[in-house]
C-alpha cells in the first residue's frame, strides 16, 4: 500500500524560514532508516505558497491564483510517498519522525488510489493506458 505523508505547513514555513541544520541532520537520518527499510519512494519540502499558484476550474473555465494563500493550517511544507503493509505500518513510522517544524506541527497520512480501488471504471484499457504511462516514466528516469 501507498501512503501521502503531508507535512501541514506552519507561520515559519509560509514566511520561507529555513530549517536549523540540526532538524535537517535528525531528518537525514529518518530518511535513510526509510530507504533501509525500502519504505520510501519519494520525500520533498516545498517553498511557500507565496511562491506557488492555484488554477480554479469552473466548467470550460481556468483561473488561475497567485500565492501567498490563507489559512496556513490547510497548506502543505512537504511530502514522504512511502510504501508500506498497511496504514498502522506508516503511523508507526512516522511517529519515528523528528518534528518538522519549530513548536507544534502536524503530519496527515492519505493513502494512494490502486488501480483495483477503481472497480470497474477502470477497463482493461485504461489499466493497459496506465501501465503504459508507468512504464515510460520509470524509462525517462
Do not use: Y
Not at 103 to 132: N, Y
Amino acid at each position: 500500500m501507498k501512503f501521502m505523508v503531508i507535512v501541514k505547513a506552519s507561520p515559519q514555513s509560509e514566511a520561507g524560514e529555513m530549517p536549523s541544520e540540526e532538524l535537517m541532520a535528525e531528518m537525514g537520518r529518518f530518511n535513510e532508516e526509510l530507504v533501509k527499510a525500502g519504505v520510501l519512494l519519494a520525500g520533498e519540502g516545498l517553498h511557500p505558497s507565496s511562491r506557488g499558484a492555484r488554477i480554479k476550474f469552473s466548467g470550460d473555465t481556468r483561473t488561475v491564483v497567485d500565492g501567498p494563500f490563507p489559512e496556513t493550517r490547510s497548506l502543505i511544507a512537504g511530502f514522504w510517498l512511502i510504501q508500506v503493509k498497511s496504514k498502522e505500518e506508516a503511523i508507526e513510522w512516522m511517529k519515528r519522525c523528528p518534528n518538522p517544524m519549530p513548536g507544534e506541527s502536524e503530519l496527515e497520512i492519505r493513502q494512494v488510489f490502486e488501480a483495483d480501488d477503481f472497480g470497474d471504471a477502470m477497463t482493461p484499457e485504461l489499466r493497459a493506458q496506465e501501465e503504459r504511462m508507468r512504464e515510460q516514466i520509470a524509462a525517462a528516469r
